[in-house]
C-alpha cells in the first residue's frame, strides 16, 4: 500500500504544523484552497489536532491561572501555585511547561515518522472530524 503512504512533505508540515501551533499547516491549508489542490487525510488529521492541541493549551493555562489565584488566597495552600508554575522542575521548565512540552514533542515526532499520533479524547474528536 505505497499510496497511502505520507509524503515528506505532508510529515514535515505536520511536524513543523505542532511546533508552531498550528500556523504552519493552517497556511498551508489556505495555501492549498486558493490552489484548489486537496489536502490529504493524513495532514489534515494532524493539522487539525495541532491546532486543537493548542486551543487547549490555552485554556488550561487560562484556568489554571485562575485557580492558582484562588489557590493563593488560602494561606495553608497559597505555595502550591508557585510548585507548578514557577519553581523548575526539568531543565529549568516549570511543570505544567514540561508537560506541554513533551506532548508536543511526541506529537511532532510521531507525525514526522508519518504515524497517526493518538492522544486519548482530542485524536478521537479529531479522527471523527476530519474522515
Do not use: C
Not at 93 to 106: A, E, G, H
Not at 108 to 130: E, Q, R, V
Amino acid at each position: 500500500m505505497q499510496y497511502n503512504k505520507p509524503y515528506f512533505i505532508e510529515r514535515l508540515i505536520s511536524a513543523a504544523s505542532y511546533l508552531t501551533a498550528g500556523l504552519a499547516g493552517f497556511v498551508w491549508w489556505i495555501i492549498a484552497a486558493l490552489t484548489k489542490k486537496n489536502v490529504r487525510p493524513f495532514l489534515m488529521y494532524h493539522i487539525m489536532q495541532s491546532i486543537f492541541v493548542s486551543f487547549a493549551f490555552v485554556i488550561f493555562y487560562h484556568l489554571a491561572s485562575l485557580v492558582s489565584v484562588i489557590l493563593f488566597k488560602i494561606p495553608i495552600l497559597k505555595h502550591i501555585p508557585d510548585l507548578i508554575f514557577t519553581f523548575p522542575i526539568f531543565l529549568g521548565l516549570p511543570l505544567y511547561q514540561l508537560f506541554s512540552t513533551v506532548i508536543v514533542l511526541y506529537l511532532a515526532i510521531t507525525s514526522a515518522m508519518g504515524l497517526y499520533s493518538y492522544l486519548p479524547w482530542i485524536s478521537d474528536i479529531i479522527k471523527g472530524n476530519t474522515r
